[in-house]
Each structure stands twice: as structure tokens, then as C-alpha cells.
């Protein structure tokens, strides 16, 4: 990894109508080469508008988008020899057959149709060659999306809202193969509504919202800097601990429950404080918990706010 | 640059018959259409009236291929309003795939089993008319590609304001099997009332039921070229216009 990351794609001042409508509005981020980047929000808040101007795809109203150094709707042929592209809601031909669609996806990009077959083994959809899409199950669909994706051994994948419609156990292994894409060092670009996945598979997110972005950076530290809300939950006999729990330094309540304690405070040092106040008056613990913010209260926290403006 | 437009053409081809339906009605309704109404008008009395005979001799074959042509094109239309509505046509434009090779596939294949009910006709005919004819066979194949070719331009444009793949077959037929009506092909244009005339003269259909009628009754293609340049109009006109309204998803 080098220290300085190179960008794979710039998108500045972006905005996009339909009609009266404006899908996405002074759209900027950057994804890093090597990561995988994910544009998360609600449906509706201008993911795919946003994927398919950078897939070129779509011709922005005003903005510049640069995609490996290319413009994406000047140059969407040559830029699609270099991409991999996943579309939301998208499907084949009902009959046609698997390995039928590698092997025209190969022909399309110049390569053997033996690197086809052998992307269908890793995607672990070599028994179902010979079946025809229809038959296909949501997951094995989404395994042959990412194979079709990955068949020009791409520099720059793109996935939009991948996992949707896929049940949990699915869900996983489709996020091992995404890992899998950068391990071998390809930019994933993906789009998600789940705010797990986004957290679990992503390396830097940026948050958009009626069609803007809100905030970007990695999901640790968007909790760190949005949600410095500590919890602890914790169960102690000790009569005199309610009141020692009051005391702590940015402590917001202390809500008690029989022995049950639910204490709320901010910032990093809340959790360490805590365990050295119950250290330093031997407070004897029965049970410990902390419970730390996601994503998704990143993610309340801020469309909140935007729907009280 | 037409690069996959073998491979795709091919593997549409497969895809077109491993639907039964869709392969039956295409490739055998027409021919079993020809047969019934052949055999009925033929030999349902001991010998055919005048008008009978003068149908079977030419208004049979040409009203057959016309079938063909429209069936072609409704199911044409069909398959690419299922393609849009399931994303299969954004998902096949975002590779290399150029727009026209994506739809000129289609074309290719709905010409290609043109051709090939044409073919079976032709060997049904020869049940029909068993002293055989002195037909141009291979000029009237060509009449009903080119036939083909500029109605499924039109094909196009209904393919692009029709947004739903429910809707798309029936419009298709409502739009195409009425020219047939106004095409000369049963009542003579001549004998219309001067507004149907009128009518007449503005559908494609009635240039390709002149065209197909003439060679096939041995007129040379010279005696035909107004058909051809109006038909040629409608193809340029439709491809240019769908060109500018088609919608890919």
C-alpha cells in the first residue's frame, strides 16, 4: 500500500434531473484505488443516479466526473474495457444458459472463453453451467452478476445495491467475494441501503440523502465523529455506585434498573474513565457491557437532522 | 464496429426456441393457416370457383407471407419491451456491446426465421398446388425479407412508446393485422372510396402487398420500384425516428 492513494475516480459538483425532479445535486466524493467505497442512503436518495453517471451510463447535467483518467460518457467504450459493472435490478435473458452468458461476456472482451469457465468455478457456479438464468436462484444470479463483472479482469468494479433481496447466509458469502475482488487488488465501488454491509465490507462511505452527499470518510471514524456516545450496561450490588457513576466526566444519565445500571456519557475516554472509577473504589461488577454506535445511529443521527431543518 | 453481433445472434437464435411457444406460433401458425385455408377454399367443392382459383393462385401466398412478416414484427416488439422491462437491455449496453448490435441481433433473427417459415410454406405449397407453379421462389423470398425489414422499423418506434411488455403484442397486432384490411390484398384499392384510398396509399402494408404480389405473379423487380422506394421511406424515416425516441430501459 502506498502512503499516498491514487484516485480512481473523481466525481465533482455533480447534479442530475429527470424532468423536475433533481436525482443527485453538487455530487462530489473521490474513490481511492485498492479500497472498496460505498455510497449508502435510502432508496431513492440518488445511489444509482449517482453509479450509472460515473459507469457512463447517464450524462450528468453539470459536474465532471474522471473515471481511471477518463471522461465516463466521452469515453464510455474505451473506459468499459477497464470497468466491471453490476446493475441494480438488471437480468438476463430468461433462457439463456450460464455458461453461454461468460462465454459471450468473454468474446465481448477479447478473452479466452477459458477464463470464463474458470471465474464460474471460483463463483462456485460450476454445477450450474448448463442451467438457464430463470432457474437461478437470487444468490447464484448475484454470483454470476460479479463473474459476468469481474470477466475483463477489470481495474474498477461496481456493484450497485448487491446483496438486496438475498437472505442473510447468502448475504455473507456474497460479501466474502466482494473482500475477495480487493484482495486482488482491484476499487470496488458499491452502492448499499443496509447499513451493516456498508460497515462490515466497506473502507470509506459516503453518506448521501435527497440526492447529496451529507458526509464521507471511513465508517469508524463517521461514528467517532457523529456519534461520540458511549453506553455502558452494567450490573452492580454496590449501594453507593449510582452515586459515583454521576460523577464521571461527561456523563449524560444514569438510568437504574434493581442493579441493572444503563449509563450514557460522550467522547473516547468515557469507557475508560468508568472502569477506573469502578476500579479505584473497588466496585464489585457482576456483569459489563458496552454498547457503541454504528453506522446505522450515524445515519439517523444525521437524516435527522436534516429532516428538522 | 459489430463485435458480438455473431455471438449474440446465435445465442438469441437458441434462446427464440427453447420458448415452445413462441417458436410454434412464429415458425408453424403461419403455415398451418396456409394449409387449412388452401385445402378448404381448394377442395371443399368438387372444383374451385373462378375467384377461388385467382385467390389461391396468388392472394393466398402473398396474405400468408404478410402474416409472416407481421408475426415477425409483433413478436419483435414483444421481446424487446420483456428485454427492456427486465433490465436485460441496460445490462447488455453497459459492455462493449454497441446499441445497434444489440438490436440488429434481433433483427437478424426474426429475418432469419422469416426465412425459414417462408421455406416451410414453400414445401407446404407444394401439397396445395401439386402441378407445382412457375414461381420466382428465390425473388419473392427476397420481396418478403425486404418486407420484413422495413415493417420492423416501424416495429421499433411501437417498441419505444410502448413502455410495457403486457401491452406491447397486443398493440403490435392492433396495429399491424387492420393495414392488412386497407392493403388491397382482399378489396381491390381501386374500388375503395377515395378517402380509404387515401388511407391506403399512406400504409407501408399496401406497397408490401403490391410488391409481393407482383414478383410473385413473375413481375421483374423494375416494375416494382415504387414499392420499394416507399418502403424504403418508411424504414428510413421509422429507423430514424425510433433512433430518437427508443428507450433503453
Same mark, same amino acid.
Given at each position: 500500500?502506498?502512503?499516498?492513494?491514487?484516485?480512481?475516480?473523481?466525481?465533482?459538483?455533480?447534479?442530475?434531473?429527470?424532468?423536475?425532479?433533481?436525482?443527485?445535486?453538487?455530487?462530489?466524493?473521490?474513490?481511492?484505488?485498492?479500497? *472498496?467505497?460505498?455510497?449508502?442512503?435510502?432508496?431513492?436518495?440518488?445511489?444509482?443516479?449517482?453509479?450509472?453517471?460515473?459507469?457512463?451510463?447517464?450524462?450528468?447535467?453539470?459536474?465532471?466526473?474522471?473515471?481511471?483518467? #477518463?471522461?465516463?460518457?466521452?469515453?464510455?467504450?474505451?473506459?468499459?474495457?477497464?470497468?466491471?459493472?453490476?446493475?441494480?435490478?438488471?437480468?438476463?435473458?430468461?433462457?439463456?444458459?450460464?455458461?453461454?452468458?461468460?462465454? #459471450?461476456?468473454?468474446?465481448?472482451?477479447?478473452?479466452?472463453?477459458?477464463?470464463?469457465?474458470?471465474?464460474?468455478?471460483?463463483?462456485?457456479?460450476?454445477?450450474?453451467?448448463?442451467?438457464?438464468?430463470?432457474? #437461478?436462484?437470487?444468490?447464484?444470479?448475484?454470483?454470476?452478476?460479479?463473474?459476468?463483472?469481474?470477466?475483463?479482469?477489470?481495474?474498477?468494479?461496481?456493484?450497485?445495491?448487491?446483496?438486496?433481496?438475498?437472505?442473510?447466509?447468502?448475504?455473507?458469502?456474497?460479501?466474502?467475494?466482494?473482500?475477495?475482488?480487493?484482495?486482488?487488488?482491484?476499487?470496488?465501488?458499491?452502492?448499499?441501503?443496509?447499513?451493516?454491509?456498508?460497515?462490515?465490507?466497506?473502507?470509506?462511505?459516503?453518506?448521501?440523502?435527497?440526492?447529496?452527499?451529507?458526509?464521507?470518510?471511513?465508517?469508524?471514524?463517521?461514528?467517532?465523529?457523529?456519534?461520540?456516545?458511549?453506553?455502558?450496561?452494567?450490573?452492580?450490588?454496590?449501594?453507593?455506585?449510582?452515586?459515583?457513576?454521576?460523577?464521571?466526566?461527561?456523563?449524560?444519565?444514569?438510568?437504574?434498573?434493581?442493579?441493572?445500571?444503563? *449509563?450514557?456519557?460522550?467522547?473516547?475516554?468515557?469507557?475508560?474513565?468508568?472502569?477506573?472509577?469502578?476500579?479505584?473504589?473497588?466496585?464489585?461488577?457482576?456483569?459489563?457491557?458496552?454498547?457503541?454506535?454504528? #453506522?446505522?445511529?450515524?445515519?439517523?443521527?444525521?437524516?435527522?437532522?436534516?429532516?428538522?431543518? | 464496429?459489430?463485435?458480438?453481433?455473431?455471438?449474440?445472434?446465435?445465442?438469441?437464435?437458441?434462446?427464440?426456441?427453447?420458448?415452445?411457444?413462441?417458436?410454434?406460433?412464429?415458425?408453424?401458425?403461419?403455415?398451418?393457416?396456409?394449409?387449412?385455408?388452401?385445402?378448404?377454399?381448394?377442395?371443399?367443392?368438387?372444383?374451385?370457383?373462378?375467384?377461388?382459383?385467382?385467390?389461391?393462385?396468388?392472394?393466398?401466398?402473398?396474405?400468408?407471407?404478410?402474416?409472416?412478416?407481421?408475426?415477425?414484427?409483433?413478436?419483435?416488439?414483444?421481446?424487446?419491451?420483456?428485454?427492456?422491462?427486465?433490465?436485460?437491455?441496460?445490462?447488455?449496453?453497459?459492455?462493449?456491446?454497441?446499441?445497434?448490435?444489440?438490436?440488429?441481433?434481433?433483427?437478424?433473427?426474426? /429475418?432469419?426465421?422469416?426465412?425459414?417459415?417462408?421455406?416451410?410454406?414453400? /414445401?407446404?405449397?407444394?401439397?396445395?398446388?401439386?402441378?407445382?407453379?412457375?414461381?420466382?421462389?428465390?425473388?419473392?423470398?427476397?420481396?418478403?425479407?425486404?418486407?420484413?425489414?422495413?415493417?420492423?422499423?416501424?416495429?421499433?418506434?411501437?417498441?419505444?412508446?410502448?413502455?410495457?411488455?403486457?401491452?406491447?403484442?397486443?398493440?403490435?397486432?392492433?396495429?399491424?393485422?387492420?393495414?392488412?384490411?386497407?392493403?388491397?390484398?382482399?378489396?381491390?384499392?381501386?374500388?375503395?372510396?377515395?378517402? /380509404?384510398?387515401?388511407?391506403?396509399?399512406?400504409?407501408?402494408?399496401?406497397?408490401?402487398?403490391?410488391?409481393?404480389?407482383?414478383?410473385?405473379?413473375?413481375?421483374?423487380?423494375?416494375?416494382?420500384?415504387?414499392?420499394?422506394?416507399?418502403?424504403?421511406?418508411?424504414?428510413?424515416?421509422?429507423?430514424?425516428?425510433?433512433?430518437?425516441?427508443?428507450?433503453?430501459?
Amino acid at each position: 500500500m502506498s502512503r499516498d492513494p491514487q484516485t480512481a475516480v473523481r466525481v465533482a459538483g455533480v447534479r442530475k434531473t429527470y424532468g423536475r425532479t433533481v436525482a443527485v445535486d453538487e455530487v462530489s466524493f473521490e474513490v481511492f484505488e485498492g479500497e *472498496i467505497f460505498g455510497l449508502i442512503g435510502p432508496n431513492g436518495a440518488g445511489k444509482t443516479t449517482t453509479l450509472e453517471c460515473v459507469e457512463g451510463l447517464r450524462k450528468p447535467d453539470r459536474g465532471t466526473i474522471s473515471v481511471l483518467g #477518463l471522461d465516463p460518457f466521452r469515453d464510455v467504450y474505451r473506459l468499459q474495457e477497464r470497468i466491471g459493472v453490476q446493475l441494480q435490478q438488471a437480468h438476463l435473458q430468461k433462457r439463456i444458459k450460464v455458461w453461454e452468458a461468460a462465454h #459471450l461476456w468473454a468474446s465481448l472482451y477479447r478473452k479466452p472463453a477459458s477464463d470464463a469457465d474458470r471465474l464460474l468455478d471460483q463463483l462456485g457456479l460450476a454445477d450450474k453451467r448448463h442451467a438457464w438464468f430463470m432457474t #437461478l436462484s437470487g444468490g447464484q444470479q448475484q454470483r454470476l452478476f460479479i463473474a459476468l463483472a469481474l470477466i475483463n479482469d477489470p481495474e474498477l468494479v461496481f456493484l450497485d445495491e448487491l446483496t438486496t433481496g438475498l437472505d442473510p447466509q447468502a448475504r455473507r458469502a456474497i460479501w466474502e467475494l466482494v473482500r475477495g475482488i480487493r484482495a486482488r487488488g482491484k476499487t470496488v465501488f458499491m452502492t448499499t441501503h443496509l447499513m451493516e454491509e456498508a460497515e462490515r465490507l466497506c473502507d470509506r462511505v459516503a453518506i448521501i440523502e435527497h440526492g447529496r452527499i451529507i458526509d464521507v470518510d471511513s465508517p469508524q471514524r463517521l461514528v467517532d465523529r457523529h456519534c461520540p456516545e458511549r453506553t455502558v450496561v452494567l450490573v452492580t450490588d454496590d449501594p453507593l455506585a449510582e452515586e459515583r457513576f454521576h460523577t464521571l466526566p461527561r456523563v449524560d444519565e444514569v438510568i437504574r434498573v434493581d442493579t441493572r445500571f444503563t *449509563i450514557r456519557g460522550r467522547g473516547d475516554d468515557f469507557v475508560t474513565a468508568l472502569i477506573q472509577c469502578l476500579a479505584e473504589h473497588q466496585v464489585r461488577v457482576r456483569d459489563f457491557r458496552t454498547e457503541l454506535p454504528s #453506522l446505522e445511529d450515524v445515519f439517523l443521527k444525521l437524516t435527522g437532522h436534516s429532516i428538522r431543518d | 464496429m459489430l463485435r458480438g453481433l455473431w455471438q449474440l445472434t446465435w445465442l438469441e437464435i437458441k434462446i427464440f426456441l427453447r420458448e415452445p411457444l413462441g417458436a410454434i406460433g412464429t415458425l408453424l401458425m403461419p403455415v398451418a393457416v396456409f394449409l387449412v385455408v388452401g385445402r378448404a377454399m381448394g377442395r371443399g367443392t368438387g372444383t374451385p370457383s373462378a375467384g377461388a382459383t385467382a385467390f389461391l393462385q396468388s392472394g393466398l401466398p402473398v396474405m400468408a407471407s404478410v402474416f409472416i412478416s407481421i408475426s415477425a414484427v409483433v413478436s419483435l416488439v414483444t421481446i424487446v419491451s420483456i428485454y427492456r422491462e427486465g433490465g436485460i437491455l441496460k445490462r447488455l449496453r453497459a459492455t462493449p456491446l454497441r446499441p445497434y448490435t444489440i438490436l440488429s441481433a434481433h433483427v437478424l433473427v426474426k /429475418l432469419l426465421f422469416t426465412a425459414i417459415t417462408l421455406s416451410l410454406l414453400m /414445401l407446404a405449397g407444394r401439397r396445395l398446388y401439386p402441378a407445382g407453379l412457375d414461381v420466382p421462389v428465390f425473388s419473392f423470398a427476397m420481396a418478403v425479407l425486404i418486407s420484413t425489414l422495413s415493417i420492423l422499423s416501424i416495429g421499433f418506434v411501437i417498441a419505444s412508446l410502448v413502455r410495457t411488455a403486457r401491452f406491447a403484442q397486443p398493440v403490435g397486432a392492433l396495429i399491424f393485422y387492420p393495414m392488412i384490411g386497407f392493403s388491397g390484398l382482399f378489396v381491390p384499392i381501386e374500388s375503395m372510396p377515395p378517402s /380509404l384510398q387515401v388511407v391506403a396509399h399512406l400504409l407501408p402494408m399496401t406497397y408490401i402487398v403490391s410488391l409481393l404480389r407482383g414478383i410473385w405473379s413473375g413481375a421483374p423487380w423494375s416494375a416494382h420500384l415504387g414499392d420499394l422506394a416507399a418502403l424504403a421511406v418508411v424504414s428510413m424515416v421509422c429507423a430514424a425516428l425510433s433512433a430518437k425516441v427508443f428507450k433503453w430501459e
